[in-house]
């Protein structure tokens, strides 16, 4: 399966994806960056905020976890090469900043900071991380679904480190 096959997949079949997915080794991940794609929302909110972003991936060498962030992304196309947004610095901006968990699911759960909103991810090829998919749910004591689905494509080694 590739990225491209997820655009159009009805939301239903997006969650049976999900269910089904494959387990994700976290070390697969280790100073990795994934092209994200919003899936499952309708176009005029694509539009106000954005179809495509980068979300990385990074051991932290103090703690030894696994942590990320989301690096905004100039909206070229869904084919164009990743184009961070920069400062006025010249730093890409970044937002959502992470810690990547195992849980009782089939993948990893990311969970962001100081926010109720959570993904869990699955591979989608067995063996293979190098396309993920999520699904954003809010954690207020018991789970509040989102109609926000993402695919995850390897995009390279890690390129920024805030």
């Known amino acids: 399966m590739l990225a491209a096959d997820l655009l159009n997949v009805p939301r239903k079949e ?3 994806l999900l269910r ?12 990795r960056q994934y092209k994200g794609t919003s ?3 309708p176009a005029w909110v694509d539009a106000l905020v954005w179809k ?3 979300k990385t991936f990074h051991r932290d060498p103090d703690t030894g976890g696994l942590r990320g962030w989301n690096v905004r992304l100039e909206q070229d196309g869904l084919d164009a090469p990743t184009r961070p947004m920069m400062t006025r610095k010249g730093v890409p901006k970044t937002f959502g900043h ?3 968990i195992e849980y009782d699911g089939p993948g990893l759960l990311i969970k962001y900071k100081a926010s109720p909103l959570r993904d869990p991810i699955v591979a989608l090829n067995a063996g293979s ?6 699904v954003s749910y809010l954690a207020l004591g018991f789970r509040v679904p989102t109609p926000s689905y993402f ?3 390897a995009d390279g080694p890690l390129q920024y480190v805030p």
């Open 151 to 153: 695919s995850l494509e």
């Open 52 to 54: 495509t972003f980068v």
């Open 39 to 41: 899936l499952g929302l």
């Open 129 to 134: 991380a190098d396309l993920l998919l999520g």
């Open 98 to 100: 992470f810690s990547v």
């Open 14 to 16: 997006l969650a049976r």
């Open 20 to 31: 089904e997915g494959h387990p994700i080794d976290p070390q697969d991940l280790d100073d």
